[in-house]
């Protein structure tokens, strides 16, 4: 058969990347990812795999975010038992990264079922428990950068640095087919180089078929060096002390967290801020803090930047909830990291529940905000936000600092590609969102890469990898429809619905107005309600 290679996530999005590659005698998994945004996306966790895990002979992760590992345990419950091949750092990072999801799926499920009960509707079960994940564990297979492993019959991965997050790879994979062997190349999420916390990506040259990351396909950003970064930091810190409240930071849990940890030491340290309590308020960023000390060497600069970083005494680790409630009584200046980093999970939403509506406080996004995520529609300007259910009005200050990415801009994306040169089969443009694949594509183009042969695949698209090109299948099922997976979805709309007419509500003049306008929607609805009627016995009482 021809060799097949199916986009089974983070196709038209940034979330859950999982591609399939089918040659006649192999079938192997390039990540495993969970999806991460609106409610439409993240219904694809709940879901079916479009594959039989039990037939995947070997799955090469290529780093440890979640939104490439994320779906590994639920993989093993499906039936998949062979080697999750991964580098040392990504595989220490999966054990606490995994064990964590697996926590997040089981409070979020008994809280799900506890309203279900309510609802006389059947309990859910957790996507996957913590315990699987630990379980999960024993089919990681250590691989080393540079060093050819045969992960299935005929098929070879070659794993190189890529620069993004500890441990992370872009994976080089030869595979036999009737016409001589061919060689794909998975960026996997490429760091943007010249960092001083982390080394600069790496790859072959020439090539037959290049699958690459989209983040920033469509932007420019600031690279700066540490002492330029970390003037940035100092005066977002400056400006939020003189706006007189605490300075809460959202981070993703690994890598951010601890860099963000770092550089804010370091400027306290030469006095350039002032002088701040610290709170590491999630658990598992305490943990990663640990890898990050024993793995966190970088070759290049022949420094461990995260070594000192557990013995600062300014940095209060809350790892109990207790602990991190307990912040709710704290006044005055201090500083708060907390996951997720785009706000959407974890404990970084109570805080802002608690100081959104607060002048006084400074909120600072540090990373890539994905569509339909809170912290994309706090980034837009969104005056009020709901969370958890609850209305909340934005009046702290929302800052946004993008020197802190993981990800190649535009034009590392572009030089990297270039290095790879020649590609001879075709590019294939993931994990971005449409403007963001565009962008890169139409760059690509001007680069010198044919456009005819830059593909965009949208959610559970295939293709046959064909000696004139790719060839895009016309069979297959598709979960969800291509252009819904990067855009806000009904939830969204009717969270922003809901929020308007509260406010409305609120702002009219008397009870008439709000009567009619109540009337006028109810009839727009099809169920105009009797004003005067008495409430039935089951009607909902106004809260007092
Ligand atoms: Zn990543």
């Not at 958890?388 to 934005?394: F, L, M, N, P, R």
């Amino acid at each position: 058969m021809t060799p097949k290679l199916t986009f089974h996530g983070a196709a038209g999005c940034v979330t859950g990347f999982c591609a399939l590659l089918e040659t006649d005698h192999a079938r192997v998994l390039i990540d495993c990812g969970m999806f991460q945004g609106s409610k439409t996306l993240k219904s694809l966790n709940y879901g079916d795999f479009p594959f039989r895990a039990g037939s995947i002979d070997a799955v090469l992760l290529t780093h440890a975010h979640i939104d490439h590992s994320g779906l590994l345990p639920k993989l093993m419950k499906a039936g998949f038992a062979g080697p999750i091949h991964a580098t040392a750092g990504t595989r220490d990072l999966c054990e606490i990264m995994l064990a964590d999801s697996g926590g997040i799926q089981e409070g979020e499920v008994r809280q799900l079922n506890r309203r279900n009960q309510r609802r006389g509707r059947a309990e859910v079960k957790a996507i996957y428990t913590e315990r699987d994940a630990r379980r999960c564990m024993d089919q990681f297979s250590k691989v080393k950068l540079g060093q050819p492993v045969e992960v299935a019959p005929g098929v070879t991965a070659t794993y190189w640095e890529a620069g993004h997050i500890l441990g992370s790879a872009s994976i080089e994979v030869k595979i036999e087919t009737a016409d001589g062997p061919k060689t794909l190349f998975f960026s996997g999420d490429l760091g943007p180089g010249g960092r001083d916390y982390a080394p600069d990506p790496q790859g072959p040259a020439g090539v037959d078929y290049l699958i690459m990351e989209s983040t920033y396909g469509d932007r420019e950003r600031l690279t700066l060096g540490g002492d330029a970064r970390r003037a940035l930091l100092a005066k977002e810190m400056n400006d939020a002390y003189g706006a007189g409240g605490p300075l809460l930071i959202p981070a993703f849990a690994v890598e951010r967290s601890q860099e963000l940890l770092a550089d804010l030491l370091t400027l306290m340290e030469e006095r350039q801020v002032p002088q701040a309590d610290i709170f590491l308020d999630s658990p598992l960023a305490i943990e990663a803090t640990e890898i990050f000390q024993q793995r966190g060497w970088n070759r290049a600069t022949k420094t461990n930047p995260f070594e000192d970083l557990r013995h600062a005494g300014r940095l209060k680790f809350l790892r109990e909830p207790g602990e991190s409630d307990h912040l709710e009584t704290l006044r005055g200046w201090h500083v708060i990291i907390a996951a997720s980093g785009m706000c959407d999970a974890g404990r970084v939403r109570k805080h802002l529940k608690r100081l959104l509506w607060r002048r006084q406080a400074t909120v600072l996004l540090s990373g890539y905000q994905a569509g339909g995520t809170l912290g994309r529609i706090l980034q837009e300007g969104a005056e009020r936000v709901s969370i958890q259910g609850e209305d909340i009005q934005v009046r702290a200050r929302v800052r946004s600092l993008d020197v802190y990415s993981g990800h190649a801009d535009a034009a590392g994306l572009v030089a990297w590609a270039r290095q790879r040169l020649p590609v001879a089969g075709g590019v294939f443009l993931a994990h971005g969102e449409p403007a963001a694949l565009e962008g890169l594509k139409a760059r690509l183009t001007g680069a010198g890469l044919p456009a005819d042969r830059i593909t965009i695949p949208s959610m559970d698209q295939g293709f046959d990898l064909a000696a004139a090109g790719p060839l895009a299948q016309s069979t297959g099922a598709r979960r969800i429809a291509p252009d819904a997976a990067a855009r806000a979805d009904w939830h969204n709309a009717r969270a922003q619905l809901l929020m308007t007419l509260n406010q409305e509500l609120e702002a009219a003049p008397d009870d008439r107005t709000r009567e009619r306008l109540i009337a006028r929607l109810a009839g727009a609805l099809g169920s105009p309600p009797e004003p005067q009627a008495a409430p039935a016995r089951n009607a909902v009482q106004p809260a007092t």
